[in-house]
């Protein structure tokens, strides 16, 4: 059981550039999640998707975009990276939008 | 609008001592709500989930919690500390009806000493 599976694990940018994290689950669930956890700060919702095809902003979603192609995957983009992206990201998913979510081991991003 | 606060960002207890982790929410319908733990560099895991039904949730390892309405609390504890149980504590609230996403409290670091 792979369960959410998140690519690639730890990753080093310079400021400007441009990266995707990809998210994918095995257990055909409808929802899907970003989150960037920071020190001291939680878990912060960056982008969600109810289903294939949507997506929808959550509580900081500057400087990110996301796309839900396939049921199974969901797209992380930055687009110019910046130091202050620097963090942990972390992607779930869930069957409805009130149960549990399962998260991916996360993965660790630095911005020089 | 949900939010979620957890008092303390550390705790610390001795093996064998009592564990009690402190979580308050705030929610304009009733709630569910989430104990999850982090280990260090993995992702959350679920550890109990109060959804409307027994107001005292029995978890994993160990694990429960009591949902108190009259004071918007979910506090988790277990009897008896493990050096396992270090980790991080998330507390998490969404609200029961409709579509919802989950708002996560800052989280409480558990530190268990020999």
């Known amino acids: 059981n792979a369960g959410v599976t998140q690519t690639p694990k730890f990753r080093v940018l310079k400021t400007g550039q441009s990266m995707t994290l990809l998210c994918a689950q095995d257990?055909?669930?409808?929802?899907m999640y970003w989150y960037r956890q920071d020190p001291g700060m939680g878990l912060r919702l960056i982008h969600y998707?109810?289903?294939?095809?949507?997506?929808a902003k959550g509580e900081v979603p500057d400087g990110y975009n996301v796309s839900r192609l396939k049921k199974q995957n969901f797209l992380l983009g930055l687009e110019s990276a910046a130091p202050s992206q620097t963090s942990v990201y972390f992607c779930?998913?869930?069957?409805?939008?009130?149960?549990?979510?399962?998260f991916g081991d996360g993965t660790r991003l630095s911005i020089l | 609008a949900q939010s979620v606060t957890q008092l303390g960002s550390h705790v610390s207890v001795s093996e064998g001592a009592l564990v009690l982790l402190r979580c308050n929410y705030s929610?304009?319908?009733?709630?569910?709500l989430f104990w999850y733990v982090q280990y260090p560099n993995q992702g959350l895991q679920l550890l109990l989930k109060?959804?409307?039904?027994?107001?005292l949730v029995k978890g994993i390892n160990g694990f429960e919690a009591e949902f108190k309405k009259s004071e918007t609390s979910f506090h988790l504890t277990k009897p008896s500390a493990h050096m396992s149980d270090a980790a991080e504590y998330f507390c998490?609230?969404?609200?029961?009806?409709?579509?919802?996403?989950?708002?996560f409290g800052k989280g409480t670091m558990l530190l268990v000493s020999p």
């Open positions: 998707s109810v289903g294939e095809g949507t997506t």
């Open positions: 109060y959804t409307s039904a027994a107001t």
């Open positions: 998490a609230v969404s609200e029961g009806s409709g579509y919802s996403t989950l708002t």
């Open positions: 257990m055909n669930h409808e929802y």
């Open positions: 779930a998913s869930n069957r409805k939008s009130n149960q549990p979510q399962h």
């Open positions: 929610s304009s319908v009733p709630p569910y």
